[in-house]
C-alpha cells in the first residue's frame, strides 16, 4: 500500500499527535485517500470528516462507504464548509503551500477548530540556509515556468524524463552517501530518498504541476502563526520541510 504521510508530523510529535487524536477529526486536502484510510482505522472512535477540491472524493466516497466513521466531501481549504468550533483537530499535509492564500487557510483552520484544538500541518520550506535545496527551489521556478508553455499532453512524458538528471544528480549520490554513514549530509541533497524514477516522480508532479508553490521561511511562518491568534506554537524545521502544531 502507498505510504501514509502522517506518520511524519506522528514521529516529530507522538505525544501531543496521540493526544489529540479524538473527538471530531478534520483531514484538509486527502487526495488519493491513503492518510483517510489510514486514519479512519487508527482510532475508530473518532468523526473523521476529510475533503479534497478534485473530483476524486466521488470515488473515495464510494470506497469509505463502509467507515460509518468517515465523510468525504469536496471544497476548498479557503473556505471549510464547517461551522465555527466544531473541530477538535485539523490535520493538513502539504495543501496550504498549493493555495493561492495560505494565510486564509490557516484563519479557516483556527475558525472551525474548538478552544484548545490542535492544528497539525507540513509546507514547503524555503531552504534559504541550504545552498543546495535553495539553489533546487529557484530550478523548481524556472521548471514552472516552463511547463506553463508546453502542451499539457507533454507534462507527464516531460516529468519522466527530468526525473533521470534528478536521479542522477540528487538521489543516486544522496543514497552513496548512506552508505558510508553520512546520513544527515544526504539529507541535505534534494530528493535524497529515491532510487528510481518511480520513487520521485509523485514528488515532482506534486511540486512542478501544481499552479502555485508557496515556500515559507520559519521566522516568517511563526510570525503569521502569532497574527492568527494561535496560543501554543510548535514548529520543526527539517530537511524535508516545515512541520508544525499549534494549539488554539
Known sequence: SAPTHYVQIQRIYPKAWQQALKGNVLEIGCGSGTDTIHLSKLNESISLFSFDLGSNVAGLSKLLKNHKNTRVFRATALRIPLKDETIDMVYSFGVFHHTRNPEKCFEEAYRVLNKKG????????????????????????????????????????????????????????????????????????????????????????????????????????????????????????TSAGLFGYCIK
Open 118 to 237: 490542535v492544528l497539525f500541518f507540513y509546507l514547503y520550506s524555503a531552504h534559504e540556509d541550504n545552498p543546495i535545496k535553495y539553489a533546487g527551489v529557484l530550478l523548481e521556478k524556472g521548471l514552472m515556468q516552463t511547463l506553463a508553455f508546453i502542451p499539457e499532453c507533454l507534462h507527464r512524458p516531460f516529468i519522466f524524463i527530468l526525473s533521470l538528471p534528478c536521479l542522477l544528480l540528487f538521489s543516486w549520490p544522496a543514497q552513496l552517501l548512506k552508505i558510508f554513514g553520512l546520513l544527515r549530509i544526504s539529507e541535505k541533497i534534494p530528493m535524497y530518498w529515491g532510487t528510481t524514477p518511480a520513487s520521485i516522480i509523485p514528488d515532482l508532479k506534486d511540486r512542478l504541476l501544481a499552479p502555485v508553490n508557496h515556500r515559507f521561511k520559519l521566522k516568517a511562518l511563526k510570525n503569521l502563526l502569532q497574527l492568527k491568534s494561535f496560543n501554543e506554537i510548535h514548529l520543526k524545521k
